[in-house]
């Protein structure tokens, strides 16, 4: 069985719960290397989203990614509004009119989405963003064949493990590229969100 | 923390309220999405020159707007670039029919953000990127130069260039032309607390400074210890020059810039350094500006720009400016 419109409410209502109960960590992540605002942008948005689908009832899982697209470009700000708003944009087109995502759809709304970030972004593994969360993550949605909940746990376990890497890395992307070596041993923030929004997906699949 | 504010959340807002009512005869603010106009637009045939930015540099970007500067400023919440939609709407309320020009500092949130509203706005854009913080040594393996004090000169020149009827093309050259000639770079005593973080952005012990500084309240490139005004004058002054180059004969604006938290005394004593390091080396001042321009909240520190100049430069660093922060030749 696939994924439903309500079933991708139900994970992003689970995203924005974790996102809110995040929030300090990823002040202070973002305080370490950036500016500290990480942390309070995606709350906003997050708590921005979470009227919207209160309020608006998307009749496709597309409509829901494409929702979930332009309230955070509208309410983010930052680098992440722009990089979550092309991610979910491009999610969204990936999936078109499907009532229902099955793992294949899945996966290709997840590769949607790197290539969305890394068009924005424009930057590669290594540079130490939420490309290094996100690459490994898109690689383990791809080699798994099972449910959708199997695919995106898959992801989630790789994004862990992809956001960790970037404690050693020397930022050359954002506002933590200005610090050079004074970068490394942190860990980035917007991979660390990459990373808490895959284990929420991940987490909503599993109790489907 | 300590500041004057009721509730961090609604900082920027609350503070647009206090702009509007200061300023009704030059601007008009919109709320949703939050937009500061000049309260005459849209000016009809005339390029619309739109800058946005963080929220916590004021009085840029809202406090130059006016007639010979912006007719439209974008404010985000502090420290985080505006969204697109504020870009477009702000594009859609200053639209005269000669399209719009839009000044975007070189961050990464900003750049994209900017580049998302040109995507979706439905007149004529373009956009050019200020890029003049010399602190950034490597551009190759860093986000690029940061815009920092030249945002300042560059609004104030190409605004006078749109008020005197200057197309769109002729706003973009003379922009990119003024972004080529002006370097900066900064310096902080303290570091700053945003609103919603309500600790220190780094820490600095009390015999320390940091050199190379953006206007987040980031970290810069290097620690030192506390020198006297004229070794911190020259530990900015020296690289700018190097950078351009500038040389003997060239005539410059010198802009000393506050960072919100050191008042005029010092920033003073500071431009007189920088005047009298500048004749030295054979160096033209023409004009000046000195006081907090861009800022970064209560930050104690300060920041130069040299810009070279030439005869068109001069004549629209001198034409008429009415904004809340900057106001001549009216």
Redesign the interface.
């Known amino acids: 069985m696939g994924c439903t419109a309500a079933d991708v409410v139900a994970a992003l209502r689970l995203a924005a719960g974790v996102i809110q109960e995040h929030r300090d960590e990823l002040?202070r992540l973002d305080?370490a290397i950036?500016?500290?605002?990480h942390g309070?942008?995606m709350r906003?948005g997050f708590t921005a989203l979470l009227s919207r689908l209160d309020s608006e009832e998307a009749t496709s899982p597309g409509k829901v990614l494409k929702l979930v697209a332009t309230t955070l470009?509208?309410?983010?700000?930052?680098?992440?509004?722009?990089?979550y708003?092309?991610a979910f944009l491009r999610a969204s087109a990936a999936v078109g009119d499907l009532q229902e995502l099955d793992c294949d759809a899945v996966a290709r709304a997840l590769q949607a989405a790197l290539d969305g970030v890394v068009a924005?972004?424009k930057a590669v593994v290594g540079d130490k963003t939420m490309v290094d969360a996100l690459t490994p993550a898109i690689a383990a949605a791809a080699s798994v064949d099972g449910s959708v909940a199997a695919v995106l746990s898959a992801a989630a376990d790789a994004a862990a493990e992809g956001a960790e890497s970037t404690v050693p890395m020397?930022?050359?992307?954002?506002?933590a590229?200005?610090?050079?070596e004074?970068s490394a041993g942190h860990l980035d923030p917007g991979a660390r969100s990459t990373a808490l929004l895959l284990r929420a997906f991940a987490d909503a699949a599993a109790k489907a | 923390m300590k500041k004057i504010i009721n509730d961090p959340e609604t900082v920027v807002q609350d503070a647009l309220r206090g702009m509007q009512a200061a300023h009704p005869d030059l601007l008009s603010v919109h709320y949703d999405?939050a937009v500061v106009v000049r309260a005459d637009a849209p000016a009809q045939g005339k390029v619309a020159i739109i800058s946005g930015g963080?929220s916590g540099h004021e009085p840029l970007h809202g406090g130059f707007v006016g007639r010979g500067m912006l007719d439209a400023a974008c404010p985000?919440?502090?420290?985080?670039?505006?969204?697109?939609?504020q870009v477009a709407s702000a594009v859609s309320l200053t639209d005269g029919g000669a399209g719009a020009l839009l000044i975007v500092k070189n961050?990464?949130?900003d750049v994209?953000?900017f580049?998302?509203a040109g995507e979706i706005a439905d007149s004529e854009v373009r956009s050019v990127v200020i890029d003049d913080d010399v602190?950034?040594q490597?551009s190759l393996?860093?986000?690029g130069r940061?815009g920092v004090g030249g945002t300042v000169l560059l609004e104030k020149i190409v605004g006078a260039a749109a008020d005197r009827g200057d197309s769109l093309d002729a706003c973009v050259a003379l922009a990119e032309r003024v972004i080529a000639s002006v370097r900066s770079m900064g310096l902080a005593l303290t570091a700053c607390t945003?609103p919603?973080?309500g600790?220190p952005?780094f820490e600095l012990a009390d015999d320390e400074m940091e050199i190379g500084i953006?206007i987040?309240?980031?970290?810069g490139?290097q620690r030192v210890p506390v020198g006297t005004a004229s070794e911190m004058v020259s530990a900015l002054l020296d690289p700018i020059l190097e950078d351009l180059p500038f040389s003997s004969g060239d005539r410059v604006l010198l802009f000393t810039n506050g960072m919100g938290g050191t008042p005029l005394i010092e920033l003073y004593l500071a431009h007189g350094i920088a005047e009298q390091l500048l004749a030295d080396r054979g160096i033209m001042v023409e004009r000046r500006l000195v006081g907090p321009f861009i800022t970064s909240l209560e930050m104690q520190g300060m920041s130069l720009t040299l810009l070279k100049l030439d005869d068109e430069m001069v004549s629209l660093w001198d034409a008429p400016v009415h904004t809340p922060a900057l106001r001549w030749g009216v």
């Open positions: 002040v305080q950036g500016d500290a605002d309070e942008n906003r470009i509208s309410t983010v700000g930052g680098a992440a509004g722009p990089l708003g092309t924005r972004g020397v930022a050359r992307k954002g506002r590229s200005y610090l050079g004074r | 999405p963080g985000g919440a502090v420290f985080t670039s505006p969204t697109p939609d961050y990464t949130g994209m953000n580049e998302m602190a950034v490597d393996y860093t986000a940061r945003v919603h973080v600790t952005s953006g987040h309240g980031e970290p490139r």
